[in-house]
DNA sequence: GAACCTAACGGACAGCTGTCCGTTTAACAA
DNA sequence: TTGTTAAACGGACAGCTGTCCGTTAGGTTC
C-alpha cells in the first residue's frame, strides 16, 4: 500500500490521498461500516483510484486511526517509566482495549489485519514495537515466562476482536486480560505466580 | 434458522434442505470458499430458498459439519472418564484446534458464530455444553481458578481463529492453548499453579 | 515550450451476499 | 375430489468489494 521511499508521491495523488482520509475519517466517525465506495465519490475519486490508495477496508481505517495507533504505542514507553513492567503490561492492554472499542471499526481491522498468519498489517508497525517492548522488560524483570512472542501475545489477546464494543465489553474483557496476564505470568522466574 | 418443534418441515423443505447440505458438502471439501449462489445452483433451488434454510455462510458450514461438531463435543465426556480433569482439557483443546482447522472453513465459521458479543450460535449447542462440562469438572477438582464461564473460555482461545489452517499452526496453536491453560490454573485453590 | 513516459486516474465490470415479493404447491379439512 | 391457506419457492434486485484496462496528465528532459 505503502510507496518505496525514494519514489514520492506524485502531487495529484497526494493531493487524492488526503481527501480520501479526510472524508473517509468524517463518514467513518458517523458509521464505522459506510460503503467505500461512498466514500470514494465523496472524495470525487474513482473506484480504481480509491482502491489503489487503501486496497482494502483495513488499510483505510488502519491509516485514518494512525494518530490514535501512534498514540498506543507510545503509551507503552511511558507507562514502563512510571510503572513495575508486569503493571505497565497490564495497562497497556487495558489501553489497548479502550482503543479498539472506542473508535468503531477500528477493532475490526486491527483484528483482520493481525489476521491469518501474519500480523503483517501491523507489521513492523508501532504496535508490534510497542508489544516487544512490554515484552522485553517483563522478560529481563522475570514477571514473565520466557520466550513469549508479540505473535503469541497478539493470539493470545484476540478475543478482544470478539466483543461487541456497542456492548458492555468492560467486565468481559477485563476477565479476558487478566486471563492471558495470569497466563504470561505462570513459568516467570521471579516471584509468585500470580497477581 | 431452526423450525420450532411443532412445525415441521414441509416434505418439499425438507428435501430441498438435505439436497443443500449433500451439494455443500461436496463443494465446501473442494474450496472452504465456494459462492452459496454456486451452491444454491447445484442444489437446484432459488436464492431465496437457499437463505431461507441458511441466512449465512455460517448456519450452512455450521450444520454441514454438525456430525464432526457433534463429535468433539462428545469427546468432552469421554476424556474426562479416563484422565484428570485438567489433562482433559488441555486435550480437548487440542482436538478442538485439531476439528477447526482440519476442515475447510471451519474455523471460520466457528468463529464468526461465536463472534460479536454471543456465542449465540453455538448457544446452547453442543459445544457450550462441553466446555461447561469440562470447565465444572476442572473447577471442582480444583485445577483452575473459580469462576471461569464458557464466554470466557471461548474468548481465551478466540486467537484460534487469527491462524491460517494452511500454515504450519500447530506449534503455534500449540503455545496460544499452553498459555491460556496456565492462565486458567492461575488462582487454582488445588496444588501447583503451573503443568 | 514541446515531446515523451509512466504514474495515476476513473469508471465499467464481475462476483458475491442477502432481501423482497409475486407465485406455487403441500397439507389438511370438508 | 375439491377448496383453502399459509409455508415454501425462485429469481430478480440492490448494495458491496475488488479488478481491469483504456485514458489522462504530472514530471522531466532537451
Given amino acids: 500500500m505503502q510507496q518505496k521511499k525514494d519514489t514520492p508521491l506524485r502531487s495529484d495523488a497526494q493531493r487524492n490521498r488526503e481527501r480520501?482520509?479526510?472524508?473517509?475519517?468524517?463518514e467513518l466517525t458517523?458509521?464505522?461500516?459506510?460503503?467505500?465506495?461512498?466514500?470514494?465519490?465523496?472524495?470525487?475519486v474513482g473506484q480504481g483510484t480509491f482502491y489503489r490508495h487503501f486496497p482494502n477496508r483495513e488499510a483505510l481505517v488502519l491509516e485514518v486511526y494512525r494518530y490514535e495507533v501512534q498514540q498506543l504505542a507510545e503509551t507503552a514507553a511511558q507507562l514502563l517509566e512510571t510503572r513495575a513492567p508486569d503493571r505497565a503490561l497490564r495497562e497497556w492492554m487495558d489501553r489497548f482495549a479502550q482503543?479498539?472499542?472506542?473508535?468503531?471499526?477500528?477493532?475490526?481491522?486491527?483484528?483482520?489485519?493481525?489476521?491469518?498468519?501474519?500480523l503483517a498489517a501491523l507489521g513492523h508497525g508501532p504496535v508490534t514495537a510497542a508489544i516487544t517492548l512490554l515484552l522485553d522488560a517483563n522478560e529481563e524483570a522475570g514477571t514473565i515466562r520466557p520466550g513469549?512472542?508479540?505473535?503469541?501475545?497478539?493470539?493470545?489477546?484476540?478475543?478482544l476482536w470478539q466483543i461487541d464494543p456497542h456492548s458492555d465489553w468492560q467486565p468481559r474483557a477485563g476477565r479476558l486480560l487478566d486471563l492471558v496476564m495470569d497466563g504470561l505470568r505462570a513459568g516467570a522466574p521471579g516471584a509468585g505466580a500470580r497477581g
Fill in 148 to 159: 513469549v512472542t508479540p505473535d503469541d501475545f497478539v493470539l493470545a489477546i484476540a478475543g
Fill in 20 to 26: 480520501i482520509l479526510e472524508v473517509a475519517l468524517a
Fill in 99 to 118: 482503543y479498539s472499542m472506542a473508535k468503531a471499526g477500528l477493532a475490526d481491522a486491527l483484528g483482520k489485519a493481525t489476521a491469518r498468519g501474519t
Fill in 30 to 44: 458517523c458509521s464505522a461500516d459506510a460503503p467505500l465506495s461512498a466514500i470514494a465519490k465523496k472524495a470525487g
